[in-house]
């Protein structure tokens, strides 16, 4: 065939030749260059946010002094704003950060493979990255954890996860055992066994679940005797979202013993303390277990990419999807391995592991724990509990919902229910205002701030964290009550 006439090579024409055309027949709407979107100012971009995208969240943005800042840069364990002040970020993104902001390798092979105009899409053909990245998972993995999905968020991995185990736990075990106060996303399908009932609104849920107490290994066992329809139970192994609250080893021992006794598999959401958060690349693995089936996100997209991935047991995985017949049910999404996604997580549990971010987690995260154990020995009646594993630490406030100085209560009932009352709201409001720190709070517990730095985080990182928050609690409850009153006037 004359090469010339190659309808790809006159598509190709046609589209250099097109800014040639005299009009173009669709007019541009009124859109914001890349540019633009770097150099909208906060007032502006409030603007945006009310008009587009989430007009009430704005008023806990507000509460907290969020509102204020305009990220300009982020590097290592920082942000830098507009200002050119550095944040020292323990929020970590909800533990989304592990190897911190835009790590460098991270970076090079990001702008490596840009430049050598490597494909994202991978739906005709077999992708290499997305081939690539399931084994380093599955090297990354205990026992015959083997069977990689990828998606494109926590939120997936998770539906992927229940789906794998409910076909191949069978049509006659269709139901499925969560904990109080989990999180597991909020696509309709996780949502219904997501414990929150702010998240769950008034949404008629996915049926079959039966709810257990977290850790509670005698509810557990009494709900797999009298329902043999269970076929799954669906367990974070350290819950992020009900305050960093953690099961002991022996319950998790037990409860392996029970799943294969009732033959129920078990799904562990690692979304949030997997890929070395608790010093282990899983957290299950300080308990000499393995599940059948788990999930990752969060830090598996390196801080700079969305990406989710569901891991099975090759023989759950066969007996759901292991047949011609069977291999599309539940195949990748459109984004599902993306190119440029998967080369970035690859690099990144590469790093993880060059870096010894995991061992680091674990040391540093003790040391961690020890500071602020010591804090609480000091603030007893301000700090209720210190508990976590590696870089993922709760530190729990006493309640003073109902011990609030008289003097306090009116103007403190004023404010949002969600903070009344509950320091961690007033000390990260603080914490950020006066000590350029970044903390999270946590969603079933208002008295609960949650720290997972990056973690790449030292020492000299831990040391300058909680000297900020000795500082800050010296002053006493009146004090922070009153200071947190006078930042919502200024
Ligand atoms: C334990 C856990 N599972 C699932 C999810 C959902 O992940 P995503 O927000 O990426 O959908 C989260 C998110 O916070 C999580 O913490």
Sequence with gaps: MNVMTRPDHAATRAVVDAPTLAAHATPKPNLLSVEDAKSLDVARMTDLFKAHLNPGQLHFMKLLGFHKVKVERAEGMYYIDQNGRKILDFFGGFGSLALGHNHPRILEARRKFQEEKRHEIAIAFMSQYAAALAHNIAACSPGDLDMVFLGSSGSEAMEAAVKVAERAAGPKRPKIVYAENSFHGKTKGVLSITDGQLYRGEFKLVGNTVRVPFGDIDAIENAFRSDPEIGTIVLETVQGGGGIIQAPAEFWQKLRKLCDQYGVLWVADEVQCGVGRTGRFYAFEHYGVVPDVTALAKSLGGGKTAMGAMIARREVYMKAYGTPKTAMIHAAATFGGIGEACITSIEALN????????????????????????????????????????????????????????????????????????????????????????????????????????????????????????????????????????????
């Design 351 to 490: 790093v993880l592991y060059d870096e010894g971010l995991i061992d680091n987690a674990a040391a540093t995260g003790d040391y961690l724990l020890a500071r602020l154990s010591a804090l609480q020995a000091k603030y007893p009646k301000i700090i209720k509990e210190v508990r976590g594993k590696g870089f993922m630490v709760g530190l729990e406030f006493q309640d003073f919902s109902q011990t609030l100085p008289m003097v306090l209560r009116p103007m403190v009932s004023l404010l949002d229910d969600k903070l009344k009352g509950s320091l961690s709201g007033f000390i990260g409001a603080l914490l950020l205002r006066d000590y350029d720190v970044l903390v999270a709070f946590t969603e079933y517990n208002r008295n609960v701030i949650r720290l997972e730095p990056p973690l790449i985080c030292r020492k000299e990182h831990v040391d300058r964290f909680v000297e900020a928050l000795d500082s800050l609690l010296a002053r006493g409850i009146t004090s922070i009550v009153k200071d947190f009153l006078k930042s919502q006037v200024g």
